[in-house]
């Protein structure tokens, strides 16, 4: 199998390095050599954060390279724009249709741009949710990640009950139904 590259972008505060060890999980669960590593952070909120997570026979650099990914999950519409060129052509990118404003915007030094969305698509093959309005009908927005991870799996070969397995083991105990429920609803939606 040739590696596959995914990259996980959002804002600092939105579960981008968590859903990065889900991913790094299910790949070492699938018996793939992985590598993870975690480019920009900000761990303060409002920041960008970048997490690349690659697996294959053999990998051997962490870092994917711009045109290389096959899967970019973006858990925000911005952060999906300034990244989008490392999509490879046939790639997946997967947004959350959602909006935090970068500290530029907020401060009145730049534009948060309009229609993100329709612009990648035209482009790109792009699949969207309104994860957060979706995790909220759940009862916890918190979980909207895994809504977004959920549709990321319809584009990766793993099968439902490894996914499952993996976000058991790795979120916090007490948030396993809730999490697993979210994904659930990722996994379902027809985009």
């Given at each position: 199998?040739?590696?596959?590259?995914?990259?996980i972008v959002?804002?600092?505060?939105?579960?981008?390095?968590?859903?990065?060890r889900?991913?790094g999980?299910?790949?070492?669960?699938?018996?793939?050599?992985?590598?993870?590593?975690?480019?920009?952070?900000?761990?303060?909120?409002?920041?960008?954060?970048?997490?690349?997570?690659?697996?294959?026979?053999?990998?051997?650099?962490?870092i994917?390279?711009?045109?290389?990914?096959?899967?970019?999950?973006?858990?925000?519409?911005?952060?999906?724009?300034?990244?989008?060129?490392?999509?490879?052509?046939?790639?997946a990118?997967?947004?959350?249709?959602?909006?935090?404003?970068?500290?530029?915007?907020?401060i009145?030094?730049?534009?948060?741009?309009?229609?993100?969305?329709?612009?990648?698509?035209k482009?790109?093959?792009?699949?969207?949710?309104?994860?957060?309005?979706?995790?909220?009908?759940?009862?916890?927005?918190?979980v909207?990640?895994?809504?977004?991870?959920?549709?990321?799996?319809?584009?990766?070969?793993?099968?439902?009950?490894?996914?499952?397995?993996?976000?058991?083991?790795?979120?916090?105990?007490?948030?396993?139904?809730?999490?697993?429920?979210?994904?659930?609803?990722?996994?379902?939606?027809?985009?």
């Open positions: 199998m040739a590696t596959k590259n995914i990259m959002g804002v600092g505060g939105q579960g981008t390095l968590l859903t990065s889900i991913l999980g299910l790949a070492i669960a699938g018996g793939y050599d992985v590598k993870l590593s975690e480019v920009h952070g900000m761990a303060q909120r409002g920041g960008s954060v970048v997490t690349f997570v690659r697996y294959g026979e053999k990998v051997a650099e962490p994917v390279e711009e045109g290389q990914a096959d899967v970019i999950i973006a858990f925000e519409k911005l952060e999906a724009l300034r990244y989008s060129h490392f999509l490879k052509e046939d790639g990118l997967i947004i959350n249709d959602w909006r935090i404003d970068p500290m530029p915007v907020v009145g030094a730049a534009q948060y741009p309009d229609h993100i969305i329709e612009n990648l698509a482009e790109h093959k792009v699949y969207t949710v309104n994860a957060t309005e979706e995790a909220k009908k759940l009862g916890n927005s918190r909207f990640n895994m809504i977004v991870l959920g549709i990321a799996a319809q584009h990766m070969d793993f099968p439902k009950a490894l996914w499952y397995e993996v976000i058991e083991n790795t979120v916090p105990p007490k948030t396993i139904e809730i999490n697993k429920k979210a994904f659930e609803v990722g996994y379902e939606l027809k985009n």
